[in-house]
């Protein structure tokens, strides 16, 4: 099971004088599938919050929404990776604590995402997605299963030992949402493949470019071994799909990296998993 595509949420909002302070640690813990997530409060009450990528802008299930007392208004409009579109109510300025760390809430979604596991899973509260993080470095590894937000000092370190990649970010929903897709070039010209670690599935390749990628439109799992622009190695089992983009990499070649992110900056470096 997949939960590509979902919206997702969680600005941070750090104290004066943050370069000065240590960087912050939220452990990770395995969910349904390749999925990975934190726990956190609210209003008291631990839950669970899916760590997706690929998401974008926050969604929260009803039931979380009516903890916080929001009345959904509006509306927010998103497109999954295969087209199919989401409209969502929204709802806003609504506080979580995650390990003693305020996070703040500036828009989400809402939407029932839960009817979408498998029987005894866990429910979730919410999706947290890369708009969480507006304007922070934050570094993804779920090798170690820790997502840190960066300090100035503890950035430059990291990146010293990383490779930088070209990045674009997407940015939709009305901008609320935000998104990473890397530089992959091709005989024909460049390609850009979204990090997505809300997908279980290695490498989603879309059916426009896979004869330049040597892979078959009519065909299941099939090998791919290219390298990102910047010569980060990209390989894994590849699936060719009808997609709105052109391509997605899953959770399972994420967990060989440690993908770090400057939203305020917008660049990206990547380690390969245990380089910290």
């Not at 503890?154 to 949402?177: I, N, T, W």
């Not at 990090?195 to 040597?214: E, N, W, Y």
């Not at 622009?229 to 799909?241: C, D, E, N, Q």
Request: charged content about 20%; glycine content about 10%; hydrophobic content about 45%.
């Amino acid at each position: 099971m997949s939960i590509k595509g979902l919206l997702a949420f969680i600005a941070i909002a750090l104290p004066a004088g943050a370069a000065s302070l240590k960087p912050i640690v939220i452990p990770l813990e395995p969910y349904v599938d390749e999925h990975w997530a934190f726990r956190a409060r609210i209003k008291g009450k631990e839950q669970l919050f899916v760590m997706d990528t690929g998401g974008g802008l926050t969604v929260v299930t009803p039931e979380t929404a009516a903890q916080l007392g929001c009345e959904p208004w509006g509306q927010l409009t998103g497109f999954r990776m295969r087209g199919d579109r989401l409209d969502l109510k929204r709802c806003d300025n609504v506080d979580v604590d995650a390990g003693g760390i305020q996070l703040h809430l500036p828009t989400t979604g809402i939407w029932d995402f839960n009817k979408l596991l498998p029987p005894g899973a866990p429910p979730i509260a919410a999706s947290v997605g890369l708009d969480a993080f507006a304007g922070r470095a934050i570094t993804l590894d779920i090798g170690n299963r820790r997502l840190t937000i960066e300090t100035p000092s503890s950035l430059k370190a990291r990146v010293a030992k990383a490779q930088e990649v070209p990045v674009q970010f997407v940015e939709e929903a009305q901008g609320y949402s935000t998104t990473v897709a890397l530089a992959l070039d091709t005989s024909k010209g460049r390609v850009w493949m979204h990090l997505d670690s809300g997908d279980d599935v290695p490498l989603t390749v879309g059916s426009h470019i896979a004869p330049i990628l040597g892979l078959e439109v009519k065909k299941g799992a099939q090998p791919l071994d290219v390298r990102l622009a910047g010569g980060v190695p990209l390989r894994g089992s590849a699936y060719v799909k009808d997609l709105i983009f052109d391509g997605n990499i899953g959770a399972p070649i994420i967990s060989k990296w440690i993908v770090t992110i400057d939203l305020a900056r917008r660049r990206l470096w990547i380690a390969p998993a245990g380089a910290s």
